[in-house]
């Protein structure tokens, strides 16, 4: 699934008339990135959620054939936010785990890790995590010698959650249909130790800003 349904705050005025996975980072529109990575790691499904602007994402990505792909769409009349557009989206997302990537990030990730990765028994959501970006300096969990996330303690620098994530279903099985953030559900996991993730050591930009996109696009020209 790519979570494509969001406004775009932080991005206007750019988002003002173009959806945010649909703006260019090196000549291609940032959910094109996700789209080839996915079908080079044999993903043949995929789901994606629209709201804001939601037709273009849709007249773009179309059926997914250019890509080898098949695309179906889950449709919110308004953002769910993260967890509540994925709780809308289960019904196509079939009763095995599932991929989850945010639409709004640019990375080199292997898809096939995920594709490949088994939860462990205690495992409901495996998370990809990364180095700490200057925007986001303490980060948001400490991955232990484990595998499994848990809450840093203040002050001490964690790492970043990726917005790549491989689901259980069950892990959506007690939400309440509408509007939630992810990090209630996280946070529940954390304290059930249903929480597990992995590091990655590669590129990763959190494309959240007209100046990150920018220099995201600089770089890749480059």
Not at 56 to 80: K, N, T
Request: glycine letters at 10%; hydrophobic letters at 45%.
């Amino acid at each position: 699934m790519i979570l494509a349904a969001g406004f775009g705050e932080r991005m206007r005025p750019l988002t003002e008339h173009t959806p945010k996975p649909l703006l260019s980072a090196g000549g291609l529109p940032l959910i094109e990135y996700h789209l080839r990575a996915l079908a080079a790691a044999g993903i043949e499904d995929v789901v994606i959620n629209v709201s804001h602007l939601g037709e273009q994402v849709e007249a773009f990505c179309a059926e997914g054939a250019r890509w080898s792909l098949r695309i179906r769409y889950s449709r919110e009349d308004a953002p769910l936010e993260t967890a509540g557009g994925i709780q809308r989206a289960l019904p196509l997302l079939g009763t095995e785990p599932f991929m989850v990537v945010n639409g709004d990030i640019w990375c080199d990730y292997d898809f096939a890790r995920l594709r490949d990765y088994r939860l462990a028994p205690w495992e409901r959501a495996h998370l990809v995590m990364v180095g700490n970006p200057p925007q986001h300096p303490l980060g948001d969990f400490h991955l232990d010698e484990t595998g499994r996330l848990q809450y840093r303690p203040d002050a001490v620098a964690g790492c970043t959650y990726a917005g790549i994530a491989l689901f259980d279903p069950l892990f959506f099985a007690d939400m309440a249909p509408g509007k939630l953030a992810l990090r209630p559900l996280l946070d529940a996991a954390i304290a059930a130790g249903t929480l597990g993730g992995e590091f990655h050591t590669g590129q990763w930009e959190d494309v959240g800003t007209p100046q990150r996109l920018a220099e995201l696009d600089a770089r890749l020209r480059r």
